[in-house]
Nanobody
Framework: QVQVDESGGDSVETGGSLRLTCVVS??????????MAWFRKGPAKKREWIAGFQPNGESYADSAKGRFTNSRDKLTMYLQMNSLQPEETAMYYC?????????????????????WGQGTQVTVSS
């Protein structure tokens, strides 16, 4: 069965960096071309899309572009986060849409994704 697992969350000071990892299991590497994305949910905030992929490369929310780098190696996805700010304290989630290949174009809302990890907590102290 397909499972999604995030890791790498930690507590850092303002301006610090973290690298999150998402591993999808239960599916062969041959079928790894589906859409994946990162979301986060902070206290009293709506869940927001952070980064994902499009046919021509990585895609980012405006708040993340220039500081975050999304990458992927088959069934493993990484999110390098630099210059973290306190307002980015949140639970970070990895999501996968197994029914949609990247070359078709990936969506940026949570309803499009069928598989989710349990989240990894990122805390940025002020």
């Amino acid at each position: 069965q397909v499972q999604v697992d995030e890791s790498g969350g930690d507590s850092v000071e303002t301006g610090g960096s973290l690298r999150l990892t998402c591993v999808v299991s239960g599916i062969e590497d041959l079928y790894a071309g589906f859409c994946m994305a990162w979301f986060r949910k902070g206290p009293a905030k709506k869940r927001e899309w952070i980064a994902g992929f499009q046919p021509n490369g990585e895609s980012y929310a405006d708040s993340a572009k220039g500081r975050f780098t999304n990458s992927r190696d088959k069934l493993t996805m990484y999110l390098q986060m630099n210059s973290l700010q306190p307002e980015e304290t949140a639970m970070y989630y990895c999501a996968a849409d197994l029914g949609r290949p990247i070359w078709h174009g990936c969506q940026d809302h949570e309803s499009a994704f069928d598989y989710w990890g349990q989240g990894t907590q990122v805390t940025v102290s002020s």
